[in-house]
Structure formats: C-alpha cells, structure tokens
C-alpha cells in the first residue's frame, strides 16, 4: 500500500489517550506507596496505554532512528543487570530495569499521541499541569501540616516535589511553542515555582530560577500580561493578607530565608557535596567504567571514603557508574536523536533539568521522560516540525 494510501486511512484521533494521560498527570502528584515503587498514576498510564493501543490506534509514527536509539539503550540497560542479577542476586537490579522499560513505554506513547493529535496534546498538557499545579497550591495551602520546614506535600520527600516542579514548568514551556506567554501562563509558571521553592531543595530552586530565565528570553510576554498580572497578584495578596495565611507562611516561618539560608550552604552540607552523592565510586571502581556495574548491589561500590549504601546521586554519573561509557554513549545517542531538530528553546529547557541531575536520580521519573516525549513530537508534529495541516511523512500499520 503506498504512503499516501496509509495517510489517507488513518483513522480519527482518539480522545483515549488524551485523557489518559491528563488523568497521569493530575494523579501524579499522589505518592501512595514509598519512593521507589510504582505509584497509582503509573497503573493508571500502564492501563490507558494498553487501551489504547487494544482500542483506538491502528498506527504509530514511522520513526525509525527513534526507535533504534531508545533499543539500544534499553537493551544494554537489560543485559548489564541480567549479568549482574546472575552473578551478583540482588531484585534491584531487575526494579531498577522495569523503571527504564516503563519510562521508555511513556516515551513513545506520548509521542504517538502527539503524533495523532498534536494539537489537542497541547492543550491537554497545558491544563492538566495546571490543575495538578493547583491540586498541589491547595494542599500546601490549606491540609498539609508540615510547614515551617521543607514541604514534601503529596510526595514522599522534598526533592521529589521540587524535581515534579520543575518538570511540570519545562512541560508548559515545550507546549507553548513560539507564543508568547500570556496572563494564565505567568500565573501558572508562578505557581510552579512557588511550589518548588516550598520544597527548599537548593538543585531545583537554582535549576527553577535558570528556567524561568530562559521561558522569559525566548517566549517572552503578551502585551498587557503584565498589568493584568499585577493587578492579580495585587487581588491575591490583599486575600492571603487576610486570610492570614501569606503572613503565616512568609513571615512565621520566613520560608524566603529558608531558602536563602539553603542556598548560602552550597557546597557545605552531604546533599549536595559532590563527594558525599558518591561521585568518589567512579575513581574507586575504575573497573566498572566501560561496560558497568547495573544499578544494584550498591555494597559492593562502596568503600571508606564513601559512606553510603545506595545509589549514586546523580543521572548521568548513574547512567556511567551503572552502565559505563557505552551506556553513558547510548544514552547521549538517544538524546541527540529526541532534540536534534528541537527549537533552540526547548533544547535550552533540557539545560535546567540536567543541572538538578547533577546531584539528584532524575532519570527513572516519569515526567522526565514525558518531557522528552513532548519536545520530541513538538519538532516533528507541531509547529516546528511542519507547516500547520501538513500530513506527517510516513507512519506504519499494525
């Protein structure tokens, strides 16, 4: 059958993984079980995927070089921790690999559903981060009791509520493509930032504040957004004023001097010295670096000057430590290949993102990988990728 045939078939887009996928996001933000285990938002996308692809989709993108470079990686994440399974038996290495298999399941999900329905895509990104952003303002806000500290909100530790933060504000800035921000837009990155501030975390405070920047040089505002935003934080602070809360949360507890005094402590305190997120394990087990010890049985990485247990923090310094300079290689292929033909602004977002991986795992969260997916089909589907109504190139049949 020739290509324009194929086109010409494809069916109407299906509303089944859009809202699907609102639905992951808005749930996403409830941390049910503890760090390191599947969460209810994740049953909930394993089931819309596999509905979707049982119901509504008979196509997916004709992506080839994707689809080789997100093999690769895979692969080779699959064969080191069955190695090291057999010789060293310890089930994190196989948990460990059901994360990256899972995450590269959302991958091409969500660029098939931007595929299908680039457009729709958009606006349900857009507002189901906003809702999520709102879900959690209101929580913070009104039942989470453990102000005065670093908020965790619906998440099991500080960190994960400041990296899902950031994530969800570099999501909103890839859909937005080349609009300029407008009222809605400015309020709903405030909110992100906000939230992320709560939770102290100096990576994603200093990643929040780069990406703010970079969101503002390259969409930059609507004219008029900026009074109509001043006269909605004039409106919202006479109401936190009075309800009291403003006060109590800036004031009682002075979390901008919290965050200040967090900030004044880089590089002196274990979470973010370099040393003590066990970057020291890639001079002590130099062994390790070309093919890699899988992510497990962290015991046996560990020495004096080291004194954890766990896992390295940090994405790529896992990736190497785990995997070596061929996964490390593999992973660099697969990102090449996801922002090759990415606007310069979406691939500038990357930067901030990668900045709190230096200290932080941030490779097996979900929404990561669903940002990837967004600027992915952002070049190819959307605005960048073709002029508006075009037909996509090539696609394949089940």
């Not at 965790?152 to 080349?178: D, H, I, S």
């Amino acid at each position: 059958m020739a290509t324009r045939d194929l086109i010409d078939a494809r069916p109407t887009p299906s509303l089944l993984p859009l809202v699907g996928l609102s639905a992951y996001f808005v749930t996403s933000i409830f941390y049910v079980f503890p760090s390191g285990n599947p969460q209810p938002a994740d049953f909930l996308l394993l089931l819309t995927i596999v509905a979707t692809l049982l119901v509504a989709w008979r196509q997916l993108p004709y992506e080839p070089v994707l689809y080789i470079a997100l093999a690769l990686f895979s692969g080779w994440i699959v064969v080191v921790n069955a190695i090291w399974f057999f010789l060293s038996p310890d089930f994190v290495f196989l948990r460990k690999t059901s994360f990256y298999l899972f995450n590269a399941v959302v991958l091409l999900f969500v660029i098939a559903t931007g595929y299908h329905d680039w457009q729709r895509l958009k606006t349900v990104v857009w507002w189901s981060c906003v809702i999520a952003l709102l879900a959690q303002l209101l929580y913070l806000e009104f039942f989470y009791v453990g102000l005065g500290k670093r908020a965790t909100g619906t998440f099991n530790n500080p960190n994960q509520l400041g990296y899902w933060a950031l994530l969800v504000m570099a999501c909103l800035a890839v859909v937005k493509e080349r609009n300029p921000l407008g009222i809605l837009d400015v309020l709903a990155l405030g909110a992100g930032f906000y939230v992320l501030m709560l939770s102290l975390s100096k990576a994603a405070s200093i990643s929040g504040m780069l990406l703010i920047l970079l969101i503002v040089a390259f969409c930059r505002c609507r004219r008029g957004a900026g009074l109509l935003l001043a006269v909605a934080l004039v409106l919202g602070l006479l109401y936190e004023v009075a309800a009291g809360g403003l006060v109590e949360r800036f004031m009682g507890f002075d979390s901008v001097a919290n965050l200040s005094h967090r900030l004044s402590g880089i590089g002196k305190s274990e979470d973010d010295n370099l040393l003590h997120r066990g970057y020291v394990r890639l001079i002590q087990n130099p062994q390790y670096l070309a093919f890699g010890a899988g992510e497990g049985g962290f015991e046996r990485l560990t020495q004096i000057a080291d004194r954890q247990t766990k896992e390295l923090h940090s994405t790529l310094g896992t990736i190497l430590m785990s995997y070596g300079l061929v996964g490390l290689s593999l992973f660099s292929l697969l990102l090449l290949v996801i922002f090759g033909r990415a606007p310069l602004a979406s691939i500038a977002y990357l930067g901030p993102v990668m900045l709190y991986s230096v200290t932080h795992v941030g490779v097996r969260f979900s929404e990561f990988w669903v940002f990837l997916a967004l600027v992915y089909a952002q070049a190819r589907y959307g605005t960048w990728g073709r002029p508006t109504g075009a037909p996509p190139a090539d696609e394949v049949v089940w």
